[in-house]
């Protein structure tokens, strides 16, 4: 063994430090000074970055091990930790924004200051400047899997933005609403300076177990405590002021928000809230889509879709309702379980990618930017090490979502709907060659429920062999 003692320190001592520094100077990247803003409303600012197609770093910062939200790793695994090269990648990829799912499970302190972690406020800093860093021109962060409702109707949320409990309380619902507020001030300030390319996005599927559904007082009293929340997000993120008192800030409506649901809550006038002088052009309205949902997230067994006119149906409805009035839309999440079809039938494939065409052209036909949820499991488009696709059904699947013929982003001016998707014929597809690895699934805390697809409503997790996916069962 050598004796250590006798050797000279200094080198190494140096390249340690240097180390250090380097790393702490990634660590605190973020801008010391307020980054210049566009003073553009977020439909121009679309519009004048060319800003068309999206991707989500899905089961990532969202996942949850053991009750505290872990960076790509769920308590059956996940994708991994968040790289530079991964970001690089995406942007080769085509992608123009992505979306950071951000889950707060076990980062937020105790009342009355709830203070959030600096450690994840720093992780979360740092990924964004992976993305700024690779080029990609907008960023989304927002609060995701902490009003989610996985055991309801008769359990309890997982996360703080309970959501059952606040309809069914007063009083809980106002403590709730305080919180968020609290939070949302802690991760404005921390993101201060950031150029607009940095979009809030309030919350994510907020609901009491029903997912949005609903009709009469009982669902318009949803709708409005949903619009407090979103009012409290909002007023939290101004009052900060700086860059944020303009940063584009997106709203969901309830539960998978789709556009429908939205729709309904903007003729009570119950989707937007009072953003003062900035009126609603700082303002988005977050859409998720993932119709029909017995074909996308449902169950990945079954491979029927027929209403190949619907997207363009549903798209053209959400142009006419804001970007024709000068409201930017996004769908936050879209897609498909591309990975687990990958080795199915030819006529299979065929009919997903069709899927796949159909949403990404009638999105973008219509000005409403689709961000395709990629969870690195059974959506899986890019590898989480390079960001690229595989060569194969993956790389066809990209092509997908980038073959919108270069299409003009509609302003506010632009008028009428799109037209169909141009499919005269419907598509059917049937399941022929089952996959030889069993399904399994899980409860979101990591525990095995069986083979057998559950029955109760909640969300859950799909796993078969290497594909990894969140289902809804409704």
């Not at 809030?200 to 009293?221: L, V």
């Not at 407090?228 to 998978?256: K, M």
């Given at each position: 063994?050598?004796?250590?003692?006798?050797?000279?320190?200094?080198?190494?001592?140096?390249?340690?430090?240097?180390?250090?520094?380097?790393?702490?100077?990634?660590?605190?990247?973020?801008?010391?000074?307020?980054?210049?803003?566009?003073?553009?409303?977020?439909?121009?600012?679309?519009?004048?970055?060319?800003?068309?197609?999206?991707?989500?770093?899905?089961?990532?910062?969202?996942?949850?091990?053991?009750?505290?939200?872990?960076?790509?790793v769920?308590?059956?695994?996940?994708?991994?930790?968040?790289?530079?090269?991964?970001?690089?990648?995406?942007?080769?990829?085509?992608?123009?924004?992505?979306?950071?799912?951000?889950?707060?499970?076990?980062?937020?302190?105790?009342?009355?200051?709830?203070?959030?972690?600096?450690?994840?406020?720093?992780r979360?800093?740092?990924?964004?400047?992976?993305?700024?860093?690779?080029?990609?021109?907008?960023?989304?962060?927002?609060?995701?899997?902490?009003?989610?409702?996985?055991?309801?109707?008769?359990?309890?949320?997982?996360?703080?933005?309970?959501?059952?409990?606040?309809?069914?309380?007063?009083?809980?619902?106002?403590?709730?609403?305080?919180?968020?507020?609290?939070?949302?001030?802690q991760?404005?300030?921390?993101?201060?300076n950031?150029?607009?390319?940095?979009?809030?996005?309030?919350?994510?599927?907020?609901?009491?177990?029903?997912?949005?559904?609903?009709?009469?007082?009982?669902?318009?009293?949803?709708?409005?405590?949903?619009?407090?929340?979103?009012?409290?997000?909002?007023?939290?993120?101004?009052?900060t002021?700086?860059?944020?008192?303009?940063?584009?800030?997106?709203?969901?409506?309830?539960?998978?928000?789709?556009?429908?649901?939205?729709?309904?809550?903007?003729?009570?006038?119950?989707?937007?809230?009072?953003?003062?002088?900035?009126?609603?052009?700082?303002?988005?309205?977050?859409?998720?889509?993932?119709?029909?949902?017995?074909?996308?997230v449902?169950?990945?067994?079954?491979?029927?879709?027929?209403?190949?006119?619907?997207?363009?149906?549903?798209?053209?409805?959400?142009?006419?309702?804001?970007?024709?009035?000068?409201?930017?839309?996004?769908?936050?999440?879209?897609?498909?379980?591309?990975?687990?079809?990958?080795?199915?039938?030819?006529?299979?494939?065929?009919?997903?990618?069709?899927?796949?065409?159909t949403?990404?052209?009638?999105?973008?036909?219509?000005?409403?930017?689709?961000?395709?949820?990629?969870?690195?499991?059974?959506?899986?488009?890019?590898?989480?090490?390079?960001?690229?696709?595989?060569?194969?059904?993956?790389?066809?699947?990209?092509?997908?979502?980038?073959?919108?013929?270069?299409?003009?982003?509609?302003?506010?001016?632009?008028?009428?709907?799109?037209?169909?998707?141009?499919?005269?014929?419907?598509?059917?597809?049937?399941?022929?060659?089952?996959?030889?690895?069993?399904?399994?699934?899980?409860?979101?805390?990591?525990?095995?429920i069986?083979?057998?697809?559950?029955?109760?409503?909640?969300?859950?997790?799909?796993?078969?062999?290497?594909?990894?996916?969140?289902?809804?069962?409704r």
């Amino acid at each position: 063994m050598q004796n250590i003692g006798k050797i000279n320190m200094k080198p190494f001592l140096k390249v340690l430090f240097l180390a250090a520094a380097i790393m702490a100077s990634a660590v605190n990247a973020r801008p010391t000074s307020p980054e210049q803003m566009s003073g553009k409303t977020a439909l121009q600012f679309w519009a004048d970055k060319d800003i068309k197609v999206g991707w989500n770093l899905g089961n990532t910062f969202d996942a949850v091990n053991s009750g505290v939200a872990t960076e790509g790793v769920w308590s059956w695994g996940g994708p991994g930790a968040a790289t530079q090269a991964l970001f690089n990648g995406v942007k080769a990829s085509g992608f123009d924004i992505v979306r950071i799912p951000v889950t707060w499970i076990g980062h937020i302190g105790a009342s009355p200051n709830y203070t959030v972690s600096e450690a994840r406020l720093q992780r979360v800093a740092e990924v964004v400047d992976y993305a700024k860093t690779a080029g990609i021109k907008a960023v989304i962060i927002n609060i995701h899997h902490d009003g989610n409702c996985t055991e309801c109707p008769s359990g309890a949320t997982w996360g703080f933005l309970d959501f059952k409990g606040a309809v069914n309380d007063a009083q809980k619902k106002t403590a709730i609403q305080d919180e968020l507020g609290k939070v949302w001030t802690q991760i404005a300030n921390y993101f201060k300076n950031y150029g607009d390319y940095l979009i809030f996005e309030t919350m994510n599927e907020i609901h009491q177990g029903n997912w949005g559904n609903g009709s009469g007082a009982a669902y318009e009293k949803q709708q409005d405590i949903l619009f407090d929340w979103n009012q409290e997000a909002l007023s939290a993120i101004r009052t900060t002021g700086g860059n944020n008192a303009t940063r584009f800030v997106a709203v969901p409506g309830l539960g998978s928000t789709e556009p429908a649901t939205v729709i309904k809550a903007h003729n009570r006038q119950k989707l937007l809230p009072n953003d003062g002088t900035n009126g609603t052009g700082k303002l988005i309205v977050a859409v998720h889509y993932y119709y029909p949902t017995k074909y996308t997230v449902e169950d990945p067994l079954i491979h029927t879709w027929t209403e190949v006119n619907r997207p363009a149906s549903d798209m053209g409805s959400l142009k006419s309702t804001f970007i024709d009035n000068g409201i930017a839309v996004y769908l936050g999440e879209w897609g498909a379980p591309t990975n687990v079809r990958a080795t199915m039938s030819d006529e299979i494939r065929a009919t997903h990618r069709r899927y796949i065409k159909t949403v990404a052209n009638a999105a973008v036909t219509n000005g409403v930017v689709p961000l395709y949820w990629d969870d690195g499991g059974n959506f899986k488009v890019l590898e989480r090490s390079n960001g690229q696709a595989q060569t194969g059904f993956w790389a066809d699947v990209l092509s997908d979502i980038m073959a919108y013929d270069n299409i003009t982003h509609p302003t506010s001016s632009s008028s009428g709907n799109s037209s169909s998707s141009g499919e005269a014929t419907p598509i059917t597809n049937h399941f022929s060659q089952p996959l030889a690895i069993p399904p399994i699934y899980y409860s979101l805390k990591g525990e095995p429920i069986g083979n057998a697809k559950p029955t109760k409503a909640g969300i859950y997790i799909f796993k078969q062999g290497h594909s990894i996916q969140k289902i809804a069962v409704r």
